[in-house]
């Protein structure tokens, strides 16, 4: 090995040494923190996220793959009836149309708990069929984080059907 390649490979290998503590220390502070923070700070006074009636997510009027929606989901929190994405460190401010996650289907456990699934692939338990709120034009659930979820059209009737109509 040439002296510079030498001098090469030690600052290659300082520098990696260097990237993983500041990733350490970022993933404990990351760790250290919830993502229900209220003290982010908030990026904009205007909403940056639309969900529309639908369960579909929309970015700066754009819509958003599911992929994309189903990461952000997991940092959607409802604080005093308005919607937020909240990470360590930002907060943006998210408009829901009707509910923020639209469930359309779901499944029966052992102990009287039922698993929802979203339109955007996320899964929402609950523990028992009791905490299913039926209101007059809606059925929804308190899922994590205060967000509300309703049951779209199909799984509104199939659980109408199972659930309420004898």
Same mark, same amino acid.
């Given at each position: 090995m040439t002296k510079t390649a030498s001098k090469n490979a030690i600052s290659v290998s300082a520098q990696l040494k260097q990237?993983?503590?500041t990733q350490s220390k970022t993933q404990t502070h990351l760790h250290s %923190?919830?993502?229900?923070?209220?003290s982010a700070l908030l990026c904009s006074e205007a909403p940056m996220f639309d969900i529309n009636s639908e369960g579909?997510?929309?970015y700066l009027d754009s819509p958003l793959p599911a %992929?994309?929606?189903k990461l952000f989901a997991s940092v959607l929190n409802c604080i005093n009836g308005e919607y937020f994405l909240i990470t360590p460190v930002e907060k943006v401010k998210v408009t829901v149309k009707r509910h923020a996650i639209v469930l359309v289907d779901y499944q029966l456990d052992d102990k009287d708990g039922l698993t929802f699934i979203s339109s955007i692939g996320t899964e929402h338990a609950i523990a028992n069929i009791s905490?299913?709120?039926?209101l007059e034009?809606?059925?929804e659930i308190n899922i994590e984080r205060g967000v509300k979820a309703g049951l779209g059209?199909?799984?509104?009737?199939?659980y109408i059907n199972q659930f309420v109509t004898d």
């Open positions: 990237l993983s503590l %923190k919830s993502n229900t923070d209220e579909e997510w929309f %992929k994309f929606a905490e299913v709120a039926l034009d809606a059925i059209r199909a799984c509104y009737y199939r």
